[in-house]
């Protein structure tokens, strides 16, 4: 029996999911093609059974570009439906970052989101009529959740008014959150909520 490989390519063998946190949300299923038609779609936490890559996918297809806080440049809004094409983005996304790493571009994904995911954050209680933060846990599927967002919006600002290709802007990205390294955009995003939730304490 010849064995699964994403896009005909990458093995799914031998891929490690460090955080024990984390292990029962990044689906790692093997598929040829990252594309479930929305069958996990009927309830709320299936999306734990949606392929870690389509997941990303899918966090690409936000439409469009919208000013957020301080000018920053955010993905906002429904997804847009150009799956294919968001597919083709990490295709050769996935390309890039085996150039450049000799690594498996599946394992270096789980590696970043690993080092992407906040751990604690702050929500806002209102007692006595006076508002104030607290210093909250994260849940692992939202852990996940925001991972993604943060690498997807690290590769859109950076290509955003840029020669760069999206493409070589998502490889960057998922490869400097798997090395844990500062130009990450998903890295000072988490450095700052967590450290955010540690003054709420």
């Not at 699964?4 to 093995?11: A, E, H, R, T």
Request: proline fraction near 4%; aromatic fraction near 6%; charged fraction near 30%.
């Amino acid at each position: 029996m010849t064995e699964i490989k994403l896009f005909g390519k990458w093995s799914f063998e031998g891929i490690e999911v460090r955080d024990p946190g984390l292990k029962r949300y990044i689906c790692l299923k093997p598929v040829f093609i990252p594309h479930t038609c929305g069958r996990h779609a009927k309830t709320r936490f299936r999306k734990a059974e949606v392929p870690i890559v389509e997941r990303l996918i899918n966090k690409l297809m936000n439409p469009g570009l919208a000013k957020g806080r301080g000018g920053r440049v955010l993905k906002k809004g429904r997804c847009s439906g150009k799956k294919h094409k968001a597919m083709n983005i990490v295709k050769a996304a996935f390309e890039i970052i085996h150039l450049k790493t000799g690594e498996n571009p599946i394992q270096v994904l789980v590696r970043a989101i690993e080092n992407a995911a906040p751990r604690e954050e702050t929500t806002t209680v209102t007692y006595g009529g006076i508002r104030y933060h607290v210093a909250v846990d994260v849940a692992p599927q939202r852990r996940v959740d925001l991972a993604l967002r943060f690498l997807v919006q690290g590769a859109t600002l950076a290509a955003f008014n840029n020669v760069k290709p999206i493409e070589e802007c998502l490889a960057d990205e998922i490869i400097y959150a798997a090395m844990g390294d500062s130009r990450s955009y998903a890295i000072r995003r988490k450095d700052e909520i967590e450290r955010i939730a540690l003054s709420s304490r």
